[in-house]
């Protein structure tokens, strides 16, 4: 999704500061990049493309580009395709306004009508050009820079995030709806941003805005407003990222990286929040969460699949539990009373769909959880409840070490919920918990998961069946192989193959095949493998070897013997491996795959 970032009090710098600031959200997805900079007027250079564009068009130029501020913003198209054009900054007819937006004005096409029957003339195709013409209507109106800004904002419906400079003003103008944006106080400067990575080179303090509040950034001070010009009182939070852990240290990619990171971040997750000796589990920030009669997750891709994940366990335990896609949840929500808790689960905390659902449950009664990675996250602001994975930063679109670390938060977050948390936690499970990292490690370092995909590259299709906890694991080994391959890959429960899908598995179609433990589910799932076999398909199965899976494989993914709950997640990182190396091969773009982005700010 696009990223914005902005910056005053770093004179000569400024240029590089947004550079580098677009660079850092590289990784948000964006089909185009552009920065404004106040000069003696506003200069503004936009490329469709690759951020390399931009610096090339402004590194021919440097000497005149020393703007004293400014601000910039990758471009995810959502009204208008790719092109210099549609690119942001945008601009009013005499270049006295510089504005980026995130999300979409829904009400934009009215106001454009409205302006053009005025005479004023588009360039673009954006939803986000009607603002710029707005502000600057509104200063040849007589108001000053801060009213103008603020009025036009009065006119708009939708999701946004704005910055905005105009000419003849040392300032910066903010506010955000729906939209992420935080702000950055750094000694003698401060920025704003759509994610802290943005500004992480230079602090580490912020400040999160809430919806409908205005910020205006001067070089040596910042203030906050709500929208009828009342001060707001903020706090001012250190975020405990650094910029080496949003750097790649090394790995060829992000998603690499983060993998491999996987041990760290389970231990970073299960810290203070596990005691073996005393047999509990203590996660404070539950403290305050009743005993909910029914539990309903609400989420969007790999969170979807550890909310299936987690409302399995809680059905496990006997409590009334579902996952819902949020995308649906938002618009036809299940029935909720004051005893239902509706947890969302969200890496960044800023997905529209999931937010739209937790606001609905909210606004029928529900109690609500936020299950997210990003400490001050909207998600993390607007419900009741709030349990951080504590993963660290993940860059690469594709979610790899945060799927891992929700898992792991949702059985803490079971324990809670059952009462079990407090009393006499079985020994096995505490220490399958405490073990997990370095099972995981050992998957890492064992996996033949590169050997493996260079028998399979150039397949009709790809799939991957299991049932249980292994079903959702199931679904997101598609996904991620989807997702970074482009090559087709669907996940079934095992069981379902025979009601429709069989009918696609021929010798072109390996099927992943997860398989642990050797209970009912697993003596199922081997019965589905012989249906695929006997279609010639080859099957590689992801297996700690306790069933008879293996004699029906092609191939094995071998995990060690673990207890039942942490097994999915190390089979899931075999097929993490399977995908990463699989689009390795293809040459894909890994971290940044085609049409994706990272934090889904649109519903
Ligand atoms: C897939 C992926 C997406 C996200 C989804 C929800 O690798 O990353 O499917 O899981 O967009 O995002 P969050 O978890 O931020 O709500």
Redesign the pocket.
Known sequence: MCGIIGCIGHDDETVDVLLNGLSNLEYRGYDSAGIALKQDGIDIRKREGELDELRRSVRRDSDSLAGSFGIGHTRWSTHGPPSDENSHPHSDSLGRVAVVHNGIIENYQAIRDELRSEGIPFTSDTDSEVVPHLIARNLEQGADAEEAVRAAVDRLEGSYALAVIVQGTDKIFATRSDSPLVLGIGDGACYLASDVPAFLDYTRDVVYLDDDEFVTLTEDDWSITDLNGDPVRKTVQTVDWTAEETGKSGYDHFMLKEIFEQPTSLRQCLSGRVDELDRRITVEELDDLGEPDVVQFV?????YHAALYGAELLRDAGINARAYLASEYATSPAPVSPETLVVG???????AD?LSALREARNRGADTLALTNVVGSTAARECKHVLYIRAGPEIG???TK?FSSQLVSLNLLVEHITGRAQVDQSREFLSALRDLPNDLQHVLDESNAREIVDEYADKDAYFFIGRGLNYPVALEGA??FK?ITYEHAEGFAAGELKHGPLALVTENTPVFAVVTGDGEQARKTLGNIKEVEARGAPVIVVTDGESEAERYADHVLEIPSVHERTAPMLANVQLQLVSYYMAEQLSRAIDKPRNLA???TVE
């Open positions: 989420a969007c891709g790999t969170s689960v969200t890496q960044s905390g800023e997905t999931t679109v594709a979610a945060t996904l991620k997702e990272k934090s889904v």
